[in-house]
């Protein structure tokens, strides 16, 4: 059929950036996360099976690392915004809350969402090989759970799409969106930062 239109409508997109210089900015965050590592052992339990989660960072205090590298992505935010086509103009967009999670071998993070925030993000200060994939599952369960036999992947009938991730990466996406981290096979520490986006009323 030469004359057929397919509507891709109501995309889910998923925006990944490199932060730029991100050797240098990744080692003095490594040292602020393992130093609140060692002085709150237990952290918190949130999708994290295995693995710590960090109490919400201190923002906004100047001359800290956490709030140097709120600084940094505040352009990022921004072009996402821009890209959706949101309004910036007078209004108070914010990065609401922020923290960190270890994972070491074996850990993982269960599918979740964050309610109550417009965007999410994932920074990976520590990512190396086979260190966890992070994986994107559609949010339209009727879609996912009503289908005849799938006999060849493609954009229309995927259900689960994992990206690969290294270190100084940023991945921003609608917070809604159901996401998880694959198993941390890598013999190795895999440390990311991750934050919620706001406007503040």
């Not at 690969?164 to 895999?190: C, T």
């Amino acid at each position: 059929m030469n004359d057929n239109i397919i509507f891709r409508l109501f995309p889910e997109p998923i925006f990944k950036y490199k932060i730029n210089n991100f050797k240098n900015l990744n080692e003095k965050l490594s040292k602020y996360i393992y130093k609140l590592k060692e002085e709150d052992q237990e952290g918190l339990k949130r999708s994290n099976k295995g693995g710590w989660h960090s109490k919400f960072f201190p923002l906004g205090i100047d001359d800290t690392i956490q709030n140097e590298f709120a600084i940094i992505t505040q352009k990022y935010i921004s072009n996402v915004f821009h890209n959706y086509g949101w309004k910036t103009k007078d209004v108070s967009i914010r990065i609401s809350e922020m923290w960190a999670i270890i994972n070491k071998g074996d850990d993982f993070n269960v599918i979740h969402t964050h309610p109550n925030s417009y965007l999410s993000a994932a920074y990976y200060v520590k990512a190396p090989k086979h260190c966890g994939k992070f994986e994107v599952e559609c949010p339209n369960i009727a879609k996912r759970n009503s289908h005849p036999e799938v006999e060849k992947q493609n954009d229309l009938n995927i259900e689960v799409v994992s990206i690969d991730i290294s270190d100084g990466d940023l991945i921003i996406f609608p917070s809604y969106l159901p996401h998880k981290v694959a198993k941390n096979e890598s013999g190795e520490d895999r440390i990311v930062i991750s934050f919620n986006v706001d406007i503040k009323k």
